[in-house]
């Protein structure tokens, strides 16, 4: 059965970091991409970072970079989201996904993502 966990969502202030990290179980880790997702209430769900399956390669939304950092460690079946300068903005459920790639691509729409975390919320105050 496959299985992905986030934690490490929370309430900040603005201006303060939060890392997210998520858990897989159920499947080969390293022969997947992997991505962070999140959603405001009313807002469709928007892609945030993605990563190849070797951390290769790397996306960010424009409204992260320089911000957030994503990483992943294939030894742990673990995704990272280190969240920096955190805004109100970034108040949302924030979701990992996984789509199996081994040829090193990342992929960024909602659509080509075919498991799914539960999510964990992160709200940041002004």
């Known amino acids: 059965q496959v299985e992905m966990v986030e934690s490490g969502g929370g309430l900040v202030q603005a201006g303060g970091s939060l890392r997210l990290s998520c858990t897989a179980s159920?499947?080969?880790?390293?022969?997947?991409?992997m991505g962070w997702f999140r959603q405001a209430p009313g807002k469709k769900r928007e892609g945030v970072a993605s990563?190849?399956?070797?951390?290769?390669?790397?996306y960010y939304e424009d409204s992260v970079k320089g911000r957030f950092t994503i990483s992943r460690d294939n030894a742990k079946n673990t995704l990272y989201l280190q969240m920096n300068s955190l805004k109100p903005e970034d108040t949302a459920m924030y979701y990992c996904?996984?789509?199996?790639?081994?040829?090193?691509?990342?992929?960024?729409?909602?659509?080509?993502?075919?498991?799914w975390g539960q999510g964990t919320q992160v709200t940041v105050s002004s």
């Open positions: 159920g499947l080969t880790f390293d022969e997947y991409a």
């Open positions: 990563i190849s399956w070797n951390g290769g390669a790397t």
């Open positions: 996904a996984a789509v199996r790639d081994t040829v090193g691509f990342y992929f960024t729409e909602v659509d080509e993502y075919k498991v």
